[in-house]
T-cell receptor, first 111, second 114 residues
């Protein structure tokens, strides 16, 4: 069974710091990886996608992928209180167009 | 703005009742999905569809059925609702991109079965 593991948190960081969110996955044939942000009571919002080993940057967000270690991470620079949310890691395996989601990490950014 | 909409947004019903949750999208995506989200269990896939003639079960399809009435519409039915189907339900659509199958979620339906 495909598994996606995340530390449930809460992860607490001060405003302006770097928040680091981690995710591991079990299916070695996984091709694409996604990070979603979900505010309490709201729907998940796609913030980053990555499919090649290495780093991908978009504004304050950087996704990092290491397929050999089956590990994907999300860095949030200059964290803001508005970044406080649950971050979901999602993994797409092979060509089945389905995503397997982790249970999410709750991030709290303290002013 | 291209969007994914869900109706109703909130629903309270009784055990044994038939319930239909509807999803519409103006994104022009072929792929549509139904998920439920429960505290501590995360998002779990109920059904998915790649076009009007293609319906597939997800990991937790028992007790649910779906209908893909058109490319833009995908409905989820609970034939006889039970309390453990109380959850937050999300519809999602997807497009293919260089980075894979990016999914976009509707606002959700909060369903309570008494």
């Amino acid at each position: 069974q495909k598994e996606v593991e995340q530390n449930s948190g809460p992860l607490s960081v001060p405003e302006g710091a770097i928040a680091s969110l981690n995710c591991t996955y079990s299916d070695r044939v996984s091709q694409s990886f996604f990070w979603y942000r979900q505010y309490s009571g709201k729907s998940p919002e796609l913030i980053m996608s990555i499919y090649s080993n290495g780093d991908k940057e978009d504004g304050r967000f950087t996704a990092q992928l290491n397929k050999a270690s089956q590990y994907v991470s999300l860095l949030i620079r200059d964290s803001q209180p508005s970044d406080s949310a649950t971050y979901l890691c999602a993994v797409e395996g092979g060509s089945n167009y389905k995503l397997t989601f982790g249970k999410g990490t709750l991030l709290t950014v303290n002013p | 703005d291209a969007d994914v909409t869900q109706t109703p947004r909130n629903r309270i019903t009784k055990t044994g009742k038939r319930i239909m949750l509807e999803c519409s999208q103006t994104k022009g995506h072929d792929r549509m999905y139904w998920y439920r989200q429960d505290p501590g269990l995360g998002l779990r896939l109920i059904y998915y569809s790649f076009d009007v003639k293609d319906i597939n079960k997800g990991e937790i399809s028992d007790g649910y059925s779906v209908s893909r009435q058109a490319q833009a519409k995908f409905s989820l039915s609970l034939e006889s609702a039970i309390p453990n189907q109380t959850a937050l339900y999300f519809c999602a659509t997807a497009r293919a991109s260089r980075s894979g199958n990016e999914q976009f979620f509707g606002p959700g339906t909060r369903l309570t079965v008494l």
